[in-house]
């Protein structure tokens, strides 16, 4: 049995050196490449740190771009920061298309800070700002109490999948007791 193993191999040797058939497999690239920042050309934005590919003006990403980070961006710059037309899209694949202006996605009426609730606002306003109860509908949404533009008090978010957030917020995070409803219909009591 030994033997004929052994002139399976010599005869598999044998041709494949004879017909010039030997190749070698390439190995496979990794999916997870980690990009190097380009150092030459400076994105703002510390999400959007990490790569960019495209137009530059004084060591910062000017004109039409993309930057690739925790999220991606691409589109218009100005001054190291999404500035114009251009399509930005958070870690967790959710994306906005649409006009930015310094770096925060650009609408009109009361300003909300958080760009993922960016987009349109209806409820009370202070010099310029989201302040009192209101609802704010961008890719997520928010509705309850902001103060200067920001989840504060109680409140309910509410993501693209429809799970939602239903609790107390400061500073547009959630603190306190809590609780968690899935779009599947499961709860869960969570203390920030």
């Keep these: 049995m030994q033997l004929i193993n052994k002139n399976i191999l010599y005869a598999s040797i044998v041709t494949c050196i004879t017909m010039n058939a030997c190749t070698k497999t390439a190995p496979e690239k990794p999916t997870n ?6 150092t030459d050309c400076k994105v703002s934005l510390n999400d959007l740190y990490g790569h960019y590919k495209g137009e530059c003006k004084n060591g910062k990403a ?15 710059f100005a001054n190291g920061m999404p500035h114009g037309q251009g399509t930005y899209t958070w870690s967790d694949e959710a994306s906005y298309t649409g006009i930015f202006k310094k770096g925060q996605i650009n609408h009109v009426g009361c300003d909300v800070v958080d760009m993922r609730l960016r987009g349109s606002y209806k409820g009370e306003c202070r010099n310029g700002k989201a302040y009192g109860k209101g609802k ?3 890719i997520d949404t928010f509705q309850g109490g902001f103060v200067n533009g920001m989840a504060n008090g109680q409140g309910t978010y509410i ?3 429809k799970d939602r957030y239903i609790g107390k917020f400061k500073d547009g995070k959630p603190i306190g007791r809590g609780m968690m409803k899935y779009a599947d219909g499961t709860t869960e009591d969570i203390n920030n």
Excluded at 33 to 38: D, E, N, R, V, Y
Excluded at 62 to 76: T, V
Aim: hydrophobic share 25%; net charge positive.
């Design 159 to 161: 993501w693209p999948n």
């Design 136 to 138: 704010a509908i961008g």
């Design 62 to 76: 000017h004109g039409q771009g993309e930057a690739i980070g925790n999220d991606k961006y691409k589109g218009q």
């Design 33 to 38: 490449i980690i990009k190097t920042p380009q």
